[in-house]
């Protein structure tokens, strides 16, 4: 099993950066990727961003490429999703989410493992 911790969510204005993490504990020698969703009200579930554990390779969605890094640090077991030029179409509740296999990053039903969530709202 794989626990995950997620943070760093909060209110802030169109335009700024904001800092998530995700911090993974248990058997994570298990996790072969790592990746952030986000999910509107109303809204399905959400792919952002992927990173492969080992190697990491990272993956993006187009709404978010060239705005949003992803990053990992395999010695404090933790993610990181760095955003910048933040929108009020960002808004949503971030989670990230965690898998020991699969070669696909953007579906959540590749991911067992999912941290409790984190809000982020964009204001205008």
């Known amino acids: 099993q794989v626990q995950l911790v997620d943070s760093g969510g909060g209110l802030v204005q169109a335009g700024d950066s904001l800092t998530l993490s995700c911090t993974a504990s248990?058997?994570?020698?298990?996790?072969?990727?790592m990746g952030w969703f986000r999910q509107a009200p109303g809204k399905e579930r959400e792919f952002v961003a992927a990173v492969r554990w080992s190697g990491g390779t990272t993956y993006y969605a187009d709404s978010v490429k060239g705005r949003f890094t992803i990053s990992r640090d395999n010695a404090k077991n933790t993610m990181y999703l760095h955003m910048r030029g933040l929108k009020p179409e960002d808004t949503a509740v971030y989670y990230c989410?965690?898998?020991?296999?699969?070669?696909?990053?953007?579906?959540?039903?590749?991911?067992?493992?999912w941290g409790q969530g984190t809000q982020v709202t964009v204001s205008t």
């Open positions: 989410g965690a898998s020991d296999h699969g070669l696909t990053t953007e579906y959540s039903s590749e991911y067992e493992y």
């Open positions: 248990g058997r994570t020698f298990t996790i072969y990727k």
